[in-house]
């Protein structure tokens, strides 16, 4: 009996223990943490450094770890071992929602920044290129249709596939399946340009859909990880090789870089905001309602973000090659966020 009561009195103490522990670590982070995608990743990063420059809250810290990473890091659970806001090139998944209340994550508030486009750049030393998504798909795709059949994609020059196009090998530096800008560009670019000879060939729906998004392992695609900087290196190293990532980072090192036209439309501020560009997408940040009073500073934070010399069409934000969203909706945006009104797909 003796035994029994000091094991439940120690069994009580570690109890208290810990729950002593999880409420100073509640207390020990006093800074906002945000994660994800590396498109956004310099939008969030300008916020941060315009809302710490008051100095009544510290700078929160913006990690760069992909959408896909990022929102998994996100919905894995409430408390301050876990991130408070995650960036997304792409509109959080259903999947991913379920993750998060399966985790104790069952508010979140949605904020769309603005819109961006996929670019396909080069060195600026290059010439300058025009594709067709359809081009770009025959490039890419791991099997392409030929003489009535899908066979392992036999084009090696950009010419093989169009006589017009560079005499140049094909190689395309892009993102890795973790990003958001690669699930965008699947579905805008892949999906979009795939040939319609894929369903001809393919009456399986499911299987004509994975032959159009699989992208080739022989060589011609690099995965280049999350680092647009690395991809800008290999670019001005190799003139004849493309890059895959957003309009803002293209914006950035104009410089270095030029994009090719996609459908004879080029990828400008006018035609991505107009929707003209076919291979534009909205950004978005996902903030954990529940960190709301607990980590210091996230309603102050959010309102630097959605005020109009942030995210305005003059904004600072416009300067890091954000493209405003229309007034109405950058209003709309807004409101939710401030109100912190929890997302509902």
Known sequence: MIIKKLALAATAAVAISAALTGAANAQSRDQIRAVGSSTVFPFTTAAAEAFGKDGKFKTPVVESTGTGGGLKLFCAGVGPQHPDVANASRRIKKSEVEQCAANGVTQITELRIGFDGIVFASAKTAAHADFSREQVWKALAKEVPVDGKMV??????????????????????????????????????????????????LTDKKAAEKACLTIREDGAFVEAGENDNLIVQKLTGNPDAFGIFGYSFLDQNRDKLQAANIDQVTPAYENIASGKYPVARSLYVYIKNAHVGVIPGIREYVAEYTSERAMGDEGYLADKGLIALPKADRDAARSAAVNLTPLQL
């Open 152 to 201: 392992a994609n036999p084009y090696k020059k950009w010419s093989d596939i169009d006589p017009k196009l560079p005499n140049k090998e094909i190689e395309v530096l892009g993102p890795p399946p973790t990003s958001g800008t690669r699930d965008a560009f699947n579905e805008l670019v892949m999906g979009e340009g795939c040939s319609k000879e894929v369903h001809k060939i």
